[in-house]
């Protein structure tokens, strides 16, 4: 199990279009904001734009040990912001293929909040589909970079959430980004693939 130490350098990427209209991540940004051994990282403030700085994003990410990212649900996946950070970042090299070792055993997390209550993201439910189903890709992100991953925070139903349920979830927030043990423990292995030199532009053969 890799150890939480007061050592251990924790990241987390917010990526909300609209915070000005937000009360779940504005609030947990808030208590992220008031905490002194958490970094906070706003990606549409850092890059109202949109064009994402890759080797600034790498660098920050280097220097960290628990990287989360929050966000909205936004139709089952998270923001288009946080995707163009993503390939932005992750490049083959870096963090993952050959030469790939940025990532290695640091751990991954997602937190975000949805509109749809809790009910129905449950196999009888609405969409048949659990929330740990539908985030499967951030898990299959850490499982390629060779990264341990936490398992989700959540918090549903952001319709019906009162000013008690908010703050708790924030403090709950806190908590689960400082201590949470991963769902998945990398193993710190390569694989095959990691040893397998692709043509230059990977891309253009599949």
Request: aromatic residues 8%; charged residues 25%.
């Amino acid at each position: 199990m890799p150890p939480v130490t007061p050592m251990t350098r924790s990241l987390v990427i917010l990526a909300h279009p609209n915070m000005g209209q937000s009360r779940i991540s504005r609030r947990w940004a808030e208590a992220i904001g008031a905490a002194t051994d958490i970094t906070l990282h706003d990606l549409c403030a850092r890059y109202p734009d949109g064009q994402i700085d890759g080797e600034a994003e790498r660098q920050l990410v280097t220097d960290h040990d628990r990287i989360v990212l929050q966000f909205p649900l936004t139709w089952y996946s998270c923001p288009p912001v946080l995707s163009v950070w993503q390939a932005e970042i992750m490049k083959r090299g870096w963090a993952y293929g050959p030469g790939g070792r940025a990532l290695r055993l640091k751990t991954l997390g997602i937190a975000f909040s949805t509109g749809s209550n809790g009910r129905d993201y449950q196999p009888d439910g609405r969409y048949g589909r659990t929330l740990e189903e539908v985030t499967v890709p951030f898990e299959l992100m850490a499982v390629h970079t060779g990264m341990h991953y936490l398992p989700p925070f959540t918090l549903t139903g952001a319709r019906e959430c009162d000013d008690a349920t908010l703050a708790a979830s924030a403090q709950a927030y806190l908590d689960h980004i400082r201590h949470a043990e991963p769902r998945i423990f990398a193993s710190g292995k390569d694989d095959d693939r990691a040893r397998t030199v692709y043509p230059e532009d990977d891309a253009a053969h599949r």
